[in-house]
């Protein structure tokens, strides 16, 4: 099946921590992204990714890193720069740039707590 | 005005009720839109992109008025199943989309 998937499922972590969640598409799709959502809240667009070995800054990057060196694989790393990481992630696909309609998919997210 | 923006609900509705649901946006230039529906604790699923002036998909039917900067989404004959929260969605350019902070809707027996 074609699809998005991420992981862990929920994470939790402890001040101070780095963590990373990961972001699998096999869509073969060339654009990545990342998103925050907190209760209540629209998502927030923290990171996408246009192309392998590329990737540009969201609204709310600060205390987040990402890379991009497979065209299926977009991992987001909290870092304790972050200061209120505890969220719901969610990595999403798209076929890329230049299409007018260019509708995302998602993942199924990951749960974060900061304990 | 906020980039976009949508009734906060919640939309309390019977079994077969007609709804319907605004947005506004504030990017003129914005060329794509869409509706995802979001279940409590899942992820966005893609409902319908909206095309030039609206398009239907069996019960919903989005629309847009480019002048105005506004998009509708009406669901006739609403299902129990209907329930969830609804997000307006715009592209802003580079691929990337900014989205409302949706309205809820149950769907009550």
């Known amino acids: 099946d074609g699809g998005i998937t991420q992981s862990p499922k929920y994470l939790f972590r402890k001040e101070g921590q780095n963590v990373t969640l990961s972001c699998e598409q096999n869509?073969?799709?060339?654009?990545m992204y990342w998103y925050r959502q907190d209760p209540g809240q629209g998502l927030r667009l923290i990171y996408y990714?246009?192309?392998?070995?590329?990737?540009q800054k969201g609204d709310i990057a600060e205390g987040y890193s990402v890379s991009r060196e497979k065209k299926e694989s977009f991992p987001l790393t909290v870092t304790s720069a972050q200061k209120n990481p505890t969220a719901f992630y969610l990595c999403?696909?798209?076929?890329?740039?230049?299409?007018?309609?260019?509708?995302?998919?998602f993942g199924p997210g990951t749960r974060l707590t900061v304990l | 005005r906020k980039e976009v923006e949508q009734d906060p609900g919640p939309f309390n509705v019977p079994e077969g009720a007609t709804v319907a649901f605004n947005c506004t946006y504030s990017?003129?230039?914005?060329?794509?839109f869409f509706w995802y529906r979001q279940d409590c604790r899942k992820e966005p699923k893609l409902l319908m992109s909206?095309?030039?002036s609206g398009n239907e998909d069996g019960r919903f039917t989005a629309q847009l008025n480019r002048a105005s900067q506004y998009i509708s989404l009406l669901i006739r004959d609403s299902k129990l199943s209907d329930s969830a929260t609804y997000l307006c969605?715009?592209?802003?350019?580079?691929?990337?989309?900014?989205f409302g902070k949706g309205t809820m809707l149950l769907v009550s027996p």
């Open positions: 999403a696909s798209s076929m890329g740039s230049g299409g007018l309609y260019n509708e995302q998919f």
């Open positions: 869509l073969n799709h060339d654009a």
């Open positions: 990714s246009q192309i392998v070995n590329d990737f």
């Open positions: 990017n003129s230039a914005s060329q794509s």
């Open positions: 909206v095309y030039s």
């Open positions: 969605v715009v592209n802003r350019g580079y691929s990337t989309l900014t």
